[in-house]
């Protein structure tokens, strides 16, 4: 009796292993995660230094100092302000309201109203950039300091 139950162990030992072998499937790549070199905010916002803005004075945005982009030729993008707050109380405004990111010198505009308070100025922009393969959305602030 021992002997027949130590022979059934080793068959059954031998038809797993024998299974184990049988489905053996060879390493599939695809299931690895991949980087992928795509658009990200790491690699188009390259720059976002905020501006100065003497109370009551309008000054253009330099796209070689305060908000520099880097952008792929044929790639479309653009950057919108994001106004959706009735109550808020601000104390200049940006525009125009929609803009690519290779604005020019003398073509964004950010204009103080001349109050005192508050000081400072978050004004909410979205950029959006569509590649060949990817689209990417991101929120981000350029801060605006009174001086």
């Known amino acids: 009796m021992a002997a027949r139950l130590q022979s ?39 720059a976002n230094n905020g501006i100065r803005v003497p109370l009551g004075k309008s000054v253009f945005l330099d796209p070689l100092n305060d908000l520099v982009t880097e952008v792929q030729p ?3 993008y653009h950057i919108t302000v994001l106004d959706n707050d009735p109550l808020a109380q601000r104390p200049g405004t940006l525009t125009p309201k929609k803009f690519p990111c290779s604005f020019a010198p003398d073509e964004v505009k950010y204009t103080h109203l001349g109050s005192r308070s508050p000081s400072t100025d978050r004004v909410k922009l979205q950029l959006r950039y569509d590649s060949q393969t990817d689209t990417v959305v991101i929120p981000f602030i350029l801060v605006q300091i009174g001086s």
């Not at 024998?18 to 390493?27: N, T």
């Open 8 to 46: 059934s162990h080793w068959t059954c030992l031998l038809f797993v292993l024998g299974v184990c072998l049988v489905s053996a499937e060879p390493f599939n790549q695809a299931h690895l995660y991949q980087y992928k070199a795509g658009p990200n905010e790491d690699n188009i916002i390259i």
């Open 74 to 76: 044929g790639d479309r």
